[in-house]
């Protein structure tokens, strides 16, 4: 470090104060680095501005509280900065597309969206649904069992953070293939096996021990995760809405509970706006945290007591940044200013310097605002559960945030400043890349194909890790991730979280990153329509969305093009299906020695059933019943998992008809509810042929399907006619009495009887010449399914 | 006494996480029940306004050092003289999950010499290792001296989902056969993993989901009024529960762990 910078003060611990009045440029970028803010120029010249016109240099504090709040993991400057594109500007993605959308669908069931730690939706009339999907890929590629374990942690505290007790977990990754050779493995990246191993457990340990069950999720395995694990956590929490409190003001004190606070998790947001390198490992091991579920668990049950008991005026969760963004945001959100007693924040261990303190992510810890008059009762609360609980200051009338240390003033910033960076500009640019369609002729044996597929990573059975997670704790699983006895996959998760009410909640998700390698328009279309037609499968209605983006480096005009196009397609798919965003997480910067991530957007729907009874699984009930298939199938095989199979990409990605598609979800909507259909599943990877498997090994029944009612435009072959992935299809089976109901019900859908269910043990599917396509036992299909990861690929 | 009558505790301590379900299936059944931290009662010293104790699932302590011992010593430090009292006169305990795990870590199961001062059997690390959560078959094997089975015919096959990482039940192996004599001779054992036709598991994963010895779920100590399991019957209460609930055209109105309750309640109904 370069002395002449850097100037010690005479306190009894450590702080330093910072020379960038004096500094050039180059020596601002210094500090930058040095410090490990991780601002850019731009920005540190901001800084330098600011601290000109108050004639003095920062403290370490300042500089670091800064940083931290201007990162773009806090502040969001992609979704919400600048964007030159084909000599147009967009002026925030967030607000031309994302929010936008909710405004223009303007549901009256939305309680609060965008605002909190979690976005919050009506369930009834009393009680209100908060949910988020977080993003933690930074933290579970350099400590795989870590970095995803508080990934859950931390997306249940933002739950939390809404005064939502969380009642389900939901989780989403994407790992290397398990196959992947060691020799290919770069120094610096963990092999896909051990990341997997890691990253499973981690969620498991840290979902099961808080008793919260996972209900839903998926893995998708693709080479660009190999360097770039993706991790979503999600969370789902309840709330009467009476007792949610949202309005701290001024002399409310500001209490920290939970966990002690380290050195661990320092610097986390900085890391994770930056890409990953070779010395990652080394240099960013301390931005991971250390989870400790119990603390946490302890700490949901005090925070829920004082939510009933109305004690606090205002509460969030200390993620990135830690007490740096929790104290400023709160602060900023209730206009006010806020003094900090830096030195009552309970330590793990003595000798961090203030700076540390105050950014370090520990895990396990919130904040409340308390009026003065409740402190006592709210530290009882805490004590009560064996949590530790201080006041470490208050909130004050200027918008100022004064940071004190053992009675010396180390920080003293204006509160707008953090949440006004420099806005930037940054340039994209879009070209979809042209492939071909490929050339090859229909193979003879369609049977051994299927099998294939049934064992492809991407679609054989997770049974492996779902059963490692406990997703039925709290007792309250009405449709569990896998069915029955044989363990179908079911396409959403249903539960019923009060006890004198039918209510459910429905909870789904997409995600296709193979589809995004050919158009990352119509991948986003793709996944919006499969984590709808998920949830309406099940019996899901008045569905809410939430959108997760892993992208790369936004600062390659190529990414931010893409980034751009997703966005486009959330727009125009969510104000087409009327079904409003409520709450988003993005992350961005995944690139690693071996390449930057394929784009992979994660929907995830959240849907209402108005009453549990009339849940919809997928396997199949009676031999007899008639099989309809409803939907349109296309030649749409563009990124599907069977040209992948034959190792093509192709060129006909899926795309989403929406008014098509939203007759299609109201009509088996409202044939649940009438009680018409037996089972309904979605198809999605592998198509036709996949999803009738899915639903006889479920059912343990045969079934005899046709192609030729299959209704399909330009299908002239039977392999293309099996395994499109065209969007917006269901396959329902339907009994004897309510098949000329259900009939009347479709009629102006694309729609058609295509087989029945049989006593026979067998999936018979003849082809279009009438000649026997797929002929396979269930048996047979069911252990190719579940071969794929028991065997650890 | 009479229903209404009867208070049920339900103890926690920092960890557990299945205490609202199991005062569910209570309430279900018109008892008093009331969710109590240990804190609280160490606090009180009420135990003994106490019918019934029940130690719900969950990871009491992090499950520490080994599944259930933080607990248990918590207990037997802070609650034993109680505890001692509550055990003498008969009145029930159960436990589930982390619950049967405390119990036996407490000495309170089997309890072959009442409360013994070192654990006489364990719930060791699942083979294969692991946690594990799915729906199992359990072949009752009580001849009625278990106060919380007795509504339950013996033989009959019961459906309840466990989910745990810890529930191999074993004995010391020198002892292994001695101690399983016992269990049939003083009839503490209660429940046994078995197929869905009532075949024993023998070992076989995952029919015996933990590769818990001779297939052992659950026992009870030689009065039969402390009884631990591995499953959950609180999650097998009502029928919506069910793993296959949709396929069923007519569906109890409630799940095969309901009975473990109404036996509780019916002995205290009776007894006291």
Known sequence: ?793 | MKREEIKVCVLRVGGTNCDTETKRAFDELGVQTEVVHVNEMVKRRNLLEYNALVFPGGFSHGDYVRAGAIWAKLILAKLHKELKTFVYENRPILGICNGFQVLVEAGLLPGFDNISPYPKAALATNFPPGYNCRWIYIKHENNEKCIFTRKIPKGKILRMPVAHSQGRFIFTKEKEKQHLNRLYENDQLVFRYCDKNGEYAEGRFPTNPNGSFHDIVGICNPEGTIFGLMPHPERAFYWWQQPDWTRQAQMPQYGDGKPIFESLIEYLLKKF
Not at chain 1, 504 to 519: F, R
């Open chain 1, 1 to 793: 470090m370069n002395g002449r910078l850097y100037k010690r003060r005479k306190t009894s611990f450590p702080l330093l104060e910072i020379n960038v009045l004096e500094a050039n440029e180059q020596q601002l970028l210094e500090i930058s680095q040095e410090t490990s803010i991780g601002l850019n120029l731009k920005e540190m010249k901001a800084v330098q501005e600011y601290f000109m016109k108050r004639k003095r240099n920062p403290t370490d504090i300042e500089l670091q509280t800064i940083g931290q709040s201007w990162s773009e993991h806090c502040i969001h400057k992609t979704f919400k900065g600048r964007i030159k594109i084909d000599g147009k500007e967009i002026d925030s993605l967030f607000k031309t597309y994302i929010s936008k959308a909710t405004k223009k669908i303007n549901p009256n069931w939305c309680f609060s969206v965008f605002e909190d730690n979690a976005g919050i939706v009506h369930f009834d009339e009393d009680y209100g649904i908060a949910i988020k999907v977080e993003t933690h890929n930074h933290p579970s590629a350099v400590e795989p069992f870590g970095g995803a374990a508080t990934g859950v942690g931390g997306v249940i505290r933002d739950v939390l953070g809404v005064w939502a007790d969380p009642i389900a977990c939901m989780d989403v990754l994407g790992f290397g293939p398990l196959n992947y050779m060691y020799e290919r493995i770069p120094s610096g990246i963990k092999h896909p096996k051990y990341v997997y191993m890691g990253v499973v457990a981690g969620i498991g340990s840290y979902g099961n021990n808080m008793g919260i069950p996972t209900v839903n999720g998926a893995i998708y395995f693709d080479e660009s995760y190999v360097g770039n694990v993706v991790v979503y956590c999600g969370c789902i929490g309840l709330l009467p809405l009476k007792k949610f409190r949202s309005n701290a003001k001024q002399g409310d004190i500001i209490v920290l509970a939970g966990g002690k606070t380290g050195r661990d998790g320092i610097h986390g947001v900085t890391f994770a706006s930056a890409e990953l390198t070779e010395k990652s490992e080394e240099v960013s091991r301390p931005a991971v945290q250390i989870a400790n579920p119990i603390e946490e668990e302890k700490l949901k049950r005090a925070v829920i007591e004082i939510r009933d008991l109305e004690l606090a005026s205002a509460i969030t969760d200390l993620g990135g940044g830690g007490l740096s963004s929790a104290v400023g945001e709160t602060a900023r959100r209730f206009g006010c200013g806020a003094i900090v007693e830096l030195e009552k924040t309970p330590l793990k261990y003595p000798g961090l310097a203030p700076w540390e303190i105050y950014v370090s992510e520990s895990q396990e810890r919130m904040l409340l605002a308390v009026p003065p008059k409740n402190v006592d009762q709210v530290l009882e609360n805490f004590e009560k559960e064996d949590v530790e609980a201080t006041a470490i200051g208050k909130y004050t009338t200027d918008k100022v945030l004064r940071i004190y240390y053992k009675g010396e003033k180390i920080a003293e910033l204006d509160i707008p400043l953090l949440f006004k960076p420099p806005k930037i500009t940054r340039v994209a640019e879009y070209k979809p890349p042209n492939f071909e369609e490929p050339r090859f002729s229909e193979p003879e044996n369609l049977t051994e194909t299927l099998l294939q597929l049934l064992s492809a990573p991407n679609i054989a059975s997770k049974e492996d890790v779902i059963r490692t997670y406990d997703h039925e704790v709290k007792g309250n699983t009405v449709l569990k991730p896998l069915h029955g006895e044989y363990g179908g996959p079911n396409d959403a998760a249903v539960i019923k979280p009060l006890v004198d009410s039918w209510r459910g909640i429905a909870v789904s998700c997409g995600m296709n990153p193979n589809y995004g390698k050919i158009d990352v328009y119509w991948m986003a279309a793709s996944v919006i329509d499969e984590a709808i037609r998920n949830n309406v499968a099940v019996g899901g209605r008045r569905i809410a969305l939430l959108d997760n983006f892993t992208w790369g480096n936004p600062e390659k005009p190529e990414k931010l093009g893409s980034l751009l196009k997703a966005c486009e397609a959330c727009y125009d798919l969510a104000t087409a299906f009327g079904t409003p965003f409520i709450s988003g997480k993005d992350s961005l910067y995944n690139e690693s020695p071996l390449g930057p991530v394929t784009p992979t957007l994660l929907i995830t729907a959240l849907g209402i059933v108005p009453d549990i009874r009339s849940t919809v699984s997928m396997d199949i009930k009676a031999p007899d019943n008639s099989v309809y298939i409803v939907g349109q199938t296309l030649k749409e095989l563009g990124g599907s998992e069977y040209f992948k199979l034959r190792g093509f990409l192709g060129k006909t990605v899926p795309k989403v008809r929406p008014n098509q598609a939203g007759k299609i979800f109201k009509v088996i909507t409202k044939a649940a509810d009438l009680g018409l259909i037996e089972t309904c599943h979605d198809l999605s990877e592998g198509g036709l042929a996949v999803a009738a498997a899915e639903m006889a090994f479920a059912g343990g029944y045969g079934m005899e399907l046709d192609l030729r009612n299959v209704p399909c435009k330009d299908c002239n072959r039977n392999d293309f006619t099996l395994f499109s992935e065209s969007n917006s299809r269901f396959l329902v089976e339907v009994s004897e009495e309510a098949r000329e109901n259900f009939k009347d019900l479709m009629k102006g859908n694309v729609y058609a009887e295509i087989g029945r269910v049989t006593k026979t043990s067998r999936l018979c599917i003849y082809g279009l010449n009438g000649e026997v396509a797929v002929d396979a036992s269930i048996d047979n299909l069911l252990t190719s399914w579940k071969r794929t990861l028991s065997n650890g690929v």
